[in-house]
């Protein structure tokens, strides 16, 4: 991409396809819940939810690798173009069999544990016991796929492959609740289901490892040996140091998001929580049209940040403008959406799930919309810290906020309730976002890829 062309027409190509990459199968499994239910009923479905959300936690195991080899690579194109030797090589060798070598580790440690204390689910009878006990072996053999993959799609946006990776993206995530659907047809078994994403995920791997061999010059076949003679111990030391610190905020952030839930139902009812939760997950979707234009924005601003470091300082200033018309462009796009879904709030929970839910959900999700639409900003700072090597201030950053936000949550819930619990919010994402701002204005990104990658 031109370093001149700030938010041009690739840019926002490749904007548009990391969106859809994101929003197509997400449709795609809002479509599969009534199939599901109807042909594997109401448990099944509820233990095959958890299983994926347990399979997607554990991607915080790639230690923010997949990050670190996006800025990497893209700092390291960036000295080529400026005629420095570039291996990239080592960069994806290192973080593929160290995250291979993780998941298969994990998947060995975590099917023990089922082999000798079960399955974590309080279930309706024995036989369902036996049948998920299997469903979760098949599963576990999704967890190295799933951590090489960050590695290899990590490769790929680093070289601004979006529309590439995208056109598997989207297959991938349809096929991930299209199989599960299929499966059922023939029989109401989360073997089936949990078999059909084990297929989905290594077919993804495959044709991931196909585009970055493709890219890389080398025959898919003989490209595994190419990555193993790739393997630093320099860059091993590189990556973690990055990564380490996004791991940080990746392991806190969960715990930010959802301490509210369980101070509702400690100090409120059950009932509650499901009041708060439901229109809180539906709201936590809008940061998603922000995080299509940041996971361009990493690698452009990574290579900005190279470049300014090594051989031309105009792109620091580059680096700051493109920053500055993505936060205006993200501020449009979040003031619009924001304001027609504070409109249509009682209307669209009337229709939903009746008046009487629509009369104890408006108010706080009309305060958790404002507290979303900063949080989205919020993510275009957070991003350019991340591509200049800040990763180590931001992670405590979100260390700091934990325990002060969590005292903040019980004070306001026990004080004002529900609606105390979306102001909490709202005041914390003000807070991050001005702290994350004045952090990238402070920083000016001038920080050197190289130092920290």
């Not at 906020?401 to 004080?415: D, K, Q, R, T």
């Amino acid at each position: 991409m031109p370093p001149a062309t700030l938010l041009s027409r690739s840019l926002l190509h490749s904007v548009f396809w990391s969106l859809s990459g994101t929003v197509v199968p997400m449709l795609a499994a809002l479509a599969a819940v009534p199939w599901l239910m109807q042909t594997l009923g109401q448990e099944r479905v509820g233990i095959l939810s958890l299983v994926w959300v347990v399979v997607g936690y554990f991607s915080f195991l790639d230690m923010g690798l997949g990050r670190a080899v996006t800025v990497a690579v893209a700092a390291l194109r960036a000295n080529a173009v400026a005629g420095t030797h570039v291996d990239e090589t080592h960069v994806l060798g290192t973080a593929s069999v160290l995250l291979s070598g993780i998941g298969v580790a994990a998947a060995v440690v975590l099917g023990l544990a089922v082999s000798v204390w079960g399955v974590p689910f309080d279930l309706s009878s024995p036989s369902l016991r036996e049948e998920v006990k299997l469903a979760l072996f098949w599963t576990l053999p999704s967890l190295p796929l799933l951590l090489l993959s960050s590695a290899l799609r990590g490769q790929l946006e680093g070289i601004g492959a979006f529309k590439a990776l995208n056109l598997l993206r989207i297959p991938t995530g349809v096929l991930l609740v299209l199989g599960p659907c299929l499966s059922a047809t023939w029989t109401p078994s989360l073997i089936g289901a949990c078999v059909s994403i084990l297929i989905v995920r290594l077919l993804h791997v495959l044709v991931l490892w196909r585009l970055v061999s493709d890219q890389a010059g080398v025959g898919a076949a003989a490209y595994g040996r190419v990555l193993l003679h790739g393997v630093s111990l320099v860059w091993l030391r590189r990556l973690l140091s990055f990564g380490s610190w996004v791991t940080v905020s990746n392991v806190i952030g969960p715990l930010i998001v959802y301490v509210d839930r369980f101070v509702i139902g400690f100090t409120l009812s059950a009932a509650a929580v499901a009041v708060y939760a439901i229109p809180f997950d539906l709201v936590s979707r809008l940061p998603i049209l922000i995080a299509a234009l940041c996971s361009v924005l990493l690698p452009e601003l990574a290579r900005l940040a190279s470049l300014a470091s090594s051989s031309d300082p105009s792109a620091t200033s580059r680096a700051q403008q493109l920053v500055a018309r993505s936060s205006a462009l993200s501020l449009l796009v979040v003031t619009l959406v924001v304001a027609l879904a504070y409109l249509g709030t009682p209307w669209a929970f009337h229709v939903w799930l009746g008046a009487d839910f629509s009369a104890q959900a408006t108010a706080p999700t009309r305060v958790l919309l404002f507290a979303f639409g900063v949080n989205a900003l919020a993510q275009i700072p957070f991003t350019a810290l991340q591509a200049v090597g800040r990763v180590r201030q931001v992670a405590l950053l979100h260390s700091i906020e934990l325990l002060p936000y969590a005292a903040l949550v019980f004070l306001a819930i026990s004080s004002l309730g529900l609606i105390g619990a979306a102001w909490a919010w709202l005041l914390r994402s003000v807070v991050d976002y001005a702290a994350l701002a004045w952090m990238w204005h402070r920083h000016q990104g001038t920080a050197a890829i190289s130092s920290t990658i």
